[in-house]
């Protein structure tokens, strides 16, 4: 597993070098210091993986990961931070990345690697609780243009994972026939013709 390390402390670098490389399966293939510098090799190094700092000079590490995700739409990037800022997380998960960690808990960066190299979203205890508010919090936000309650939006997040109806009855506590008529609703709402297209509705507006 090759992995690109951006930090804008130096020592930070190092020593995640180390912890890094002590496991067989890592290898560090580079190292810099602000956002810029992260696009620039990994431009150049195409690493399985991005650890990246969030706050840095020059360019953040979220403006580099939204840089590159549009450039590269499967990159894998993992955010490593000392701050549990919603608004950080929120764009972390806006731009696409893999995951959200805390410097802190630096036992879980290694089996957190691991995880997005075998495709996983990984997210820290400290965010993981965070989430359900924060992703109901952003689509009431988003979604509120569209007039639709906050049932139709956790219905369409559900669709959007790819529940079905008897799945969305059980998680939401409702009849099958209620989840019908409300996915009935929110088609005419939407003015789509069927759940994939909800679904799609869902990633495009969130």
Known sequence: MKVLVVDD??????????ILEADPEIS??????????????????????LLIDIRMDTMTGLEAGEVLLKQYPNARILYLTTFLDDAYIIKALKIGA???LL?????????????VYMGQSVF?????????????????AVFSNYD???????LLVQISEGL???????SMHLSEG?????????????????????????????
């Open 124 to 140: 820290g205890d400290e965010i993981s609780t965070k989430l359900p508010e924060l992703l109901h919090g952003t689509a009431s």
């Open 98 to 100: 893999k995951g959200y």
């Open 28 to 49: 560090v293939i580079g190292t810099g210091n602000n956002g810029k510098q992260a696009i620039e090799l990994y431009r150049r190094l195409e690493p399985d993986i």
């Open 178 to 206: 209620t989840v019908r008529n409300y996915i009935s609703v929110l088609l005419e709402k939407l003015h789509l013709r069927d759940r994939t297209q909800l679904a799609v509705f869902y990633y495009k507006n969130r």
């Open 103 to 115: 410097k802190q808990n630096f036992e879980s960066i290694v089996p957190a690697l691991k995880a």
């Open 9 to 18: 402390d130096k020592l930070v670098c190092v020593s995640l070098k180390t």
């Open 164 to 170: 079905n109806n008897r799945e969305i009855s059980e």
């Open 148 to 154: 639709l309650t906050d049932r139709e939006i956790e």
